[in-house]
């Protein structure tokens, strides 16, 4: 998961952003670990992010931070292979009170292309340092 937090930078002050991957979170929680014996399995390791994600986004959703935070979720790389359309398909996720929504309130989904790189794009001009 990467969360960045926004704030509009002045002269002389540091921007707030902050960069989390919940599979290191936890000692001894790695991904990677598979399934060594007493070592978490892929599955709960996947459990384990979705819990965090949920955890921190209701946390600030509910907090004074609401108003300028988004956050920016990002699947490293499509981990089970291929799908039925493009192997460069990745779920991405922004959550924010300012997110687009679809006309009858539902999520918004774009279909459109984008990077890893056009998402910090993203962010490095809602941050103002682009």
């Known amino acids: 998961m990467n969360a960045a937090r926004k704030s509009t930078p002045s002269a002389g002050t540091a921007m707030n952003v902050a960069v989390q991957e919940p599979t290191r979170t936890r ?3 790695l991904c990677l670990a598979g ?3 007493g070592g978490p399995t892929p599955k709960s390791s996947v459990a384990d992010n979705d ?5 921190v986004v ?4 509910h907090s004074a931070y609401w108003d300028d935070t ?7 790389d499509a981990q089970n292979g291929a799908d039925h359309v493009d192997a460069h398909r990745s779920l991405a996720l922004v959550i924010s009170k300012y997110a687009p929504r679809a006309k ?3 999520a918004f989904v774009d279909s459109r292309f984008y990077s890893t790189v056009s998402v910090i794009r993203t962010m490095e001009t809602l941050l103002g340092v682009v």
């Open 104 to 106: 009858d309130g539902a």
């Open 51 to 55: 819990l965090a994600i949920g955890r």
């Open 27 to 29: 000692p001894g929680r």
């Open 58 to 61: 209701d946390a600030v959703s």
């Open 35 to 37: 399934t060594t014996p």
């Open 70 to 76: 988004a956050f920016f979720i990002l699947e490293d």
